[in-house]
């Protein structure tokens, strides 16, 4: 979904660095997620913000931080990249209507941690 | 309890086949089963869903059958094409719970021509 983009597409760094992974969306969505994507697994919630004051843990919050600087950006950073957060990231985007809505992603972030 | 369960991990049908696919959970609050699918290089896209008030929605060829009393739900495309082929998620979410999804496994399926 182009409304959804993250960057970088790709990135390999290494164990204990800092790293940032930046979403920005264009769809005048309040609600904002991060998710990863492992092999198995399926997608699992990292954090959420459903405003810019507005930030929650999801399932596997710890070794990750976020930040959500305006309506339309959203920040992944890893502390200290360890090899085990290896793995595809996603950010996804709702609307804040009645009821369900749907979630739509961006095309991901192909992280390898060495 | 928030675990939703997928199967297969991996599927292989021939082109005009029936794919099925079957999610099953635990937690009778959810009331709200997307289905997304995602094609390599890409992010996962909504593809049909439905709420637990009726036992099936059609959308084209693709059908979602629900069966509330039992906490499954699968995904039938009929008439598959390789076109199709990609990785399906389940996912169910309830009113409450912010629109925060919880996801199966995913199911790998190749359509072979």
């Known amino acids: 979904d182009a409304d959804v983009t993250q960057t970088p597409r790709n990135r390999i760094t290494k164990t204990g660095k800092r790293i940032m992974l930046e979403c920005s969306q264009t769809?005048?969505?309040?609600?904002m997620y991060w998710y990863r994507q492992d092999p198995g697994l399926g997608l699992r919630l990292i954090y959420y913000?459903?405003?810019?004051?507005?930030?929650n843990k999801g399932e596997i919050s710890d070794g990750y931080s976020v930040s959500r600087q305006a309506q339309a950006k959203f920040s992944l950073s890893l502390e200290s990249a360890i090899p085990n957060q290896t793995a595809l990231y996603f950010c996804a985007t709702s609307d804040m209507g009645m009821g369900n809505q749907p979630q739509h992603f961006g095309d991901g972030t192909r992280l390898s941690i060495l | 309890q928030q675990q939703v369960k997928q199967s297969p991990q991996s599927l292989i049908v021939q082109k005009g086949g029936i794919s099925i696919i079957n999610c099953a959970y635990e937690?009778?609050?959810?009331?709200?089963f997307p289905w997304y699918q995602q094609f390599p290089g890409k992010g996962p896209a909504l593809l049909i869903a439905?709420?637990?008030?009726?036992s099936e929605k059609k959308e084209g060829r693709f059908t979602i059958s629900f069966n509330k009393s039992a906490k499954q739900f699968s995904l039938h495309i009929m008439d598959s094409q390789p076109g199709d082929s990609a990785t399906y998620f389940c996912a169910a979410t309830y009113e409450g719970y912010g629109n925060k999804l919880v996801f199966g496994a995913g199911t790998i399926l190749r359509v072979k021509s």
């Open positions: 937690n009778t609050a959810f009331d709200y």
């Open positions: 913000s459903f405003d810019v004051k507005d930030i």
């Open positions: 439905i709420r637990p008030d009726v």
């Open positions: 769809k005048g969505h309040d609600r």
